[in-house]
């Protein structure tokens, strides 16, 4: 109780800063560019996260951000599988498959080129799941390297994990699916090929008959970059707050596969951009850091870079927010490490509550999936939070802008300037 009355005093003598009018025009037109073709879904396809990244940096100058030092880049560099052409037909005389619609292949798949034959011991399906000695006999006697695997419910997907995962080791898979692809970013190239077809797409392979794939890839070493600015603080304290967000996505699956993450996060780029505006007009007493992470896909590799050759004292971080997932809102907000830093999410909650922004935020513990997470690892009092909604496009080719609502874009925004203005009184 006493805490939630000094957060009223705090949001009552800055309600100047907090009652501001904000509006999605600027986030529109920055979620709208970053999703545009020009960037290829920032990716690896063409380069596209480098050329994400030059207009992220274009935007922080010209929004007010300073440099920290001579630039606004910080160099790294990895190894990431680019898929740079895929085709698949279930048989001679069907059509070429829509890839990202009707099919995804493995987004560690190498080079292939040929057609392939399956015999109908070839074909798993759920009967043959239960029976464990059927099953063994299937794969022991079966001269192939290719399966194909029929649909499945997540019911039995976890029943029968031991044996699909056997499957997906040891051969080269087919498998039919009734849920929406979900792709990813591989750093390896692997040595198996696993093609998910959707079932109601009704292109089904036939036993006997060949099929017909394609892909051509490269695995090669990428030079990325974290964009970090800022803006000067006017009280002379030494501590920092720090906003971030990741800019990179998946990129494409060939040239007509594109996954162009509007909500995964061109919308939290956007905002930190935004908030970059804001902060330039209303100067903070803290410094304020806004970093732009790459490789958060390839497995929040810039974060972890930007943790381990830092461009401001880590120490003096009095706490990082991590904005990830904030294109819809209905529904609310989760925060992660809510149950480590108590203390500074009982403030969040207290000023959502008492400006009614979003419906609810709920409390979530440490989660190791976005770029908050190197920070926490080294005690750094860091929230990730992400929004809800009924739009369930994740890692798909159907995140686009397009879709995106932003139902909850402008109380997010609201909040995150009144969280970290009550931090800067203490």
């Given at each position: 109780m006493h805490l939630k009355i000094f957060v009223v005093i705090c949001l009552l003598l800055s309600q100047h800063i907090i009652a501001f009018s904000q509006d999605t025009s600027y986030a529109r037109t920055s979620i709208n560019k970053?999703?545009?073709?020009?960037?290829?879904?920032?990716?690896?396809?063409?380069n596209g996260a480098v050329k994400a990244g030059n207009y992220i940096a274009s935007e922080m100058r010209k929004n007010g951000a300073e440099k920290i030092g001579n630039s606004y880049f910080q160099h790294f560099s990895f190894p990431v599988n680019i898929v740079k052409q895929v085709k698949f037909k279930p048989s001679e005389k069907a059509e070429w498959l829509r890839p990202g619609i009707d099919y995804v292949v493995n987004a560690g798949a190498q080079n292939f080129s040929g057609s392939i034959l399956v015999t109908q011991k070839c074909f798993i399906n759920e009967t043959l799941l239960k029976d464990s000695m059927a099953f063994e006999s299937s794969i022991s006697q079966n001269n192939t390297t290719w399966f194909v695997i029929d649909t499945?419910?997540?019911?039995?997907?976890?029943?029968?994990?031991?044996?699909?995962?056997?499957?997906?080791?040891?051969?080269?898979?087919?498998?039919?699916?009734?849920?929406?692809?979900?792709?990813?970013?591989?750093?390896?190239?692997?040595?198996?090929?696993?093609?998910?077809?959707?079932?109601?797409?009704g292109k089904m392979i036939q036993p006997n008959q060949p099929f017909f794939l394609g892909i051509k890839s490269q695995l090669k070493t990428t030079f990325q970059n974290n964009i970090v600015g800022m803006i000067p603080g006017t009280s002379g304290s030494d501590s920092f707050l720090v906003f971030t967000a990741h800019y990179d996505h998946l990129g494409q699956m060939g040239p007509k596969a594109v996954f162009r993450g509007a909500n995964d996060n061109a919308a939290g780029v956007a905002m930190l951009l935004d908030l970059i505006r804001f902060y330039h007009k209303n100067k903070p007493k803290y410094t304020i850091i806004f970093i732009a992470f790459a490789g958060e896909e390839a497995g929040l590799i810039g974060s972890y870079y930007y943790s381990t050759k830092p461009l401001h004292p880590l120490t003096k971080t009095r706490f990082l927010l991590n904005l990830d997932l904030v294109g819809t809102g209905e529904t609310g907000m989760t925060v992660v490490n809510a149950s480590i830093f108590t203390r500074d999410f009982n403030v969040l909650d207290s000023i959502n509550q008492l400006k009614q922004y979003l419906p609810s935020i709920t409390k979530r513990g440490k989660a190791s999936i976005s770029d908050h997470h190197y920070f926490t690892e080294k005690g750094i009092p860091s929230f990730f939070w992400y929004q809800s909604g009924p739009r369930s496009s994740y890692h798909d080719v159907f995140d686009v802008p397009e879709t995106l609502t932003l139902a909850g874009y402008n109380a997010t925004f609201k909040l995150a300037v009144g969280f970290f203005q009550y931090l800067q009184m203490q």
């Open positions: 970053l999703c545009s073709d020009a960037y290829h879904g920032r990716g690896y396809y063409k499945l419910s997540a019911i039995s997907k976890n029943k029968y994990k031991k044996r699909l995962n056997y499957i997906h080791q040891k051969f080269n898979t087919v498998t039919y699916t009734n849920t929406k692809f979900t792709w990813t970013v591989n750093t390896e190239q692997e040595d198996r090929f696993h093609v998910e077809i959707q079932k109601n797409s």
